[in-house]
């Protein structure tokens, strides 16, 4: 299935990375559903931008019969069920290593909204998705990263212990999946320039990490995008199960 005959899902669409992944479907014709949690101008603006083949859907992705009104929805709208599931949602989270919490105070509580958010959100879209996923034959559940669980340079426990699970379920997924033609994928980046959950980190913080990139430079949400594209492409239909770091080389995998 080419990318412009997908219905795409990417939840926490409305501004940031999301923005951006959103934005790199829809250029190659995909259709794409823009959700969002409390950013719904920035939702609707980015829809005003794209044109008819966006929808707005407002939905906590950590309640399940709302992601399963959204799901319905869409396929309602476009006349076609979502194909492909982008999890990028992320509870809410500033990547400020002087305002983190340490060994000594980290809190369950600072875990597991983590985890509820990242994990269990990637799980109620998943499963309210592979009905319609299974119906047409095939989909694309792509889950978004981090390379911290590869080199946790700053250690924000309960962040990178989220992401590390959301990566463990994207491999046992794969599996479970793979006889439905569903692939089920992971695209990993490390801090990029500039998100709004990146805002806080210092100036001296970019430049030491674009030293330490092969490519001298620090990744871009539209960069990153990009490489999302490849897991929708038709270019991809023999990998699952995969984590695909982008990073500029800074991690190898």
Do not use: C
């Not at 305002?99 to 990637?122: C, F, K, M, P």
């Amino acid at each position: 299935m080419p990318i412009s005959e997908h219905v795409a899902l990417v939840t926490g669409g409305a501004r940031g990375l999301g923005a951006h992944i959103v934005r790199a479907i829809a250029a190659h014709g995909g259709r794409v559903v823009i959700n969002y949690r409390r950013s719904a101008d920035a939702a609707h603006a980015l829809a005003d931008e794209i044109g008819d083949s966006a929808l707005v859907f407002g939905a906590d992705v950590t309640d399940k019969d709302a992601v399963g009104v959204m799901i319905d929805a869409a396929a309602e709208h476009f006349g076609a069920p979502v194909t492909t599931v982008v999890n990028n949602a992320l509870p809410d989270y500033s990547f400020n290593g002087d305002g983190r919490s340490h060994a000594d105070n980290l809190t369950w509580t600072e875990l597991d909204a983590q985890l509820r958010g990242i994990v269990g959100g990637a799980l109620n879209t998943i499963q309210a998705a592979l009905p319609g996923m299974r119906a047409a034959g095939g989909g694309r559940m792509i889950n978004i990263g981090t390379n911290l669980v590869q080199n946790p340079v700053v250690p924000y426990h309960d962040y990178t212990a989220a992401k590390a699970a959301l990566l463990a379920l994207t491999r046992t997924l794969s599996h479970d999946l793979g006889p439905d033609g569903i692939t089920v994928n992971m695209v990993s980046g490390g801090l990029l320039r500039t998100t709004d959950a990146s805002a806080a980190t210092p100036d001296a913080v970019f430049d030491a990490i674009a030293a330490a990139t092969p490519l001298r430079s620090v990744t871009t949400p539209a960069e990153f995008a990009d490489a999302v594209l490849f897991f929708l492409s038709p270019w991809s239909r023999a990998v699952t199960g995969q984590n695909l770091v982008v990073d500029g080389g800074l991690v190898k995998n």
